[in-house]
């Protein structure tokens, strides 16, 4: 009869050493020797060896039955069925879970419904935010990234990147954070103010390798950024040659904006449309936002100053980093297929 590792003893590896000093466990004591004695020749204790010699009087083994445990409260056939329904819909709440079980007559509480899910790696989180993407806009950034896949640094070097972003006066729109007690809630420490009107500015920048252009305030279209255009290119020193890079939306795509640029013969490279992902000056306006932000601005003219002042003091360093790192925003493209990626 085969001898089997009992796994509520010290001896708790199934492997072959093991099997075999179980078999002289009892073969020595069907020789007479005693548990002590057992004990001491195996380096064992002698409850140990006590508890292997009751199990195998009493069954000829040390198999140790499977032990069920505690019986799950939703049913397998119910548990396949509510996971395949999260997969296939990721936003399904535990509570219409819950419903939906309780219509197969099963009744749990959602933090059981949780925990099955978390078996399976499922867990609930915050919806990542990103711009909607139609066939069009994944066919144009896959051709994009596939088309610029392999440029070298110097090509990448050598483009005035160019954006524009909103910043609020009392903060971005991201969830903020706040430790408060019971029933404090509403004092104003712990408000996030808003405004109605006139709280917030759009602010035009561009970048190269060499540090940061111009940031201004816009209103109107493109070509009011003209003369910061011109400018910038003769502070950051691009050379003949150098590309300017825009995004491909209706503001960039006016009459008035294709004029300015073919009045002034610009080499242009179009990012794609809802492609924020694709121009690395979007990791500096977080940036950007988050140093004027802990400087607490009281109005918009104190706004519009420190976001000039912390826009000047972005190193270039930053920026070559970005740059460093653009093929791997490309590669990210193109294996979501021109979908949205994680930059």
Known sequence: MPVLILFDSPLKSCNMGASKQLSKIIQHYGLGEGYKKLSKRFQLSVSTVRNIMRKWKATGTVLVKPRSGRPSKIPERQRRR?????????????????????ADGVAVHRSTIQRNLHKERLYGRVMRKKPFLHS?????????????????????????????????????????????????????????????????????????????GNLVKIEGW????????????????????????????????????????QRNKYNVLERPSQSPDLNIIENLWDDLKEAVHARNPSNITELQRFCQEEWAKIPSSRIQTLIGGYRKCLQAVIFAKGGSTKY
Not at 150 to 164: A, H, M, Q, R
């Open 82 to 102: 509510m996971v395949r329904m999260v997969k296939n819909n990721p936003q399904t709440t535990s509570k219409a879970l819950q419903g939906y079980l309780a």
């Open 136 to 212: 069009r806009h994944k066919l144009s950034r896959l051709r994009y990234a596939k088309e610029h896949l392999d440029k070298p640094i110097s090509f990448w070097n050598k483009i005035l990147w160019t954006d524009e972003t909103k910043i609020e006066l009392f903060g971005h729109n991201k969830r903020r954070y706040a430790w408060w007690q019971k029933n404090t809630e509403f004092e104003e420490k712990h408000l996030l103010p808003t405004v109605k009107f006139g709280g917030s500015i759009m602010l035009w920048g561009c970048v190269a390798s060499a540090g940061t």
């Open 222 to 261: 493109m070509d009011s950024t003209e003369n910061d255009v011109q400018e910038s290119v003769t502070k950051l020193k691009l050379r003949q040659g150098w590309v300017f890079q825009q995004g491909n939306d209706p503001k960039h795509c006016s009459k008035s904006a294709r004029a300015f640029m």
